[in-house]
């Protein structure tokens, strides 16, 4: 997991370790960790590609199994367009 300096405690790595989910967060009072920002970014703007539709931006399904279908078809929609656009350059 990717975090900030304010989910900097040992309450937080603690219950994520538990999860088996390596925390990579920065310390309190040290300087970022090199890097940090570029994975961030990839993370944000996936996000922000998702909420281009309005179901998963707002989610209105009460059934998981649902969200998580719509969730695919906007990646794959995302990754369709991405790939169509390179595609169109070699042509």
């Known amino acids: 997991m990717l ?5 900097d405690s040992l309450a937080v790595r603690r219950e994520l ?3 088996r989910i390596m925390p ?3 310390h309190r009072g040290t300087q970022d960790i090199k890097g ?7 993370v944000e703007q996936t ?3 998702l909420h281009q539709f309005k179901r ?3 989610r ?3 059934r998981l199994e649902l969200h998580d279908a719509f969730l695919s078809l ?3 929609l995302i990754c369709w367009r991405r790939l169509k656009k390179v595609l169109s350059c070699w042509n």
């Open 17 to 19: 370790r538990k999860r």
């Open 74 to 76: 906007g990646c794959s």
């Open 3 to 7: 975090g900030d300096k304010a989910y």
């Open 60 to 62: 209105w399904e009460r």
């Open 47 to 49: 996000f922000a590609l």
């Open 56 to 58: 998963l931006a707002v």
């Open 24 to 26: 990579v967060i920065s």
């Open 36 to 42: 940090l920002g570029k994975l961030r970014y990839v």
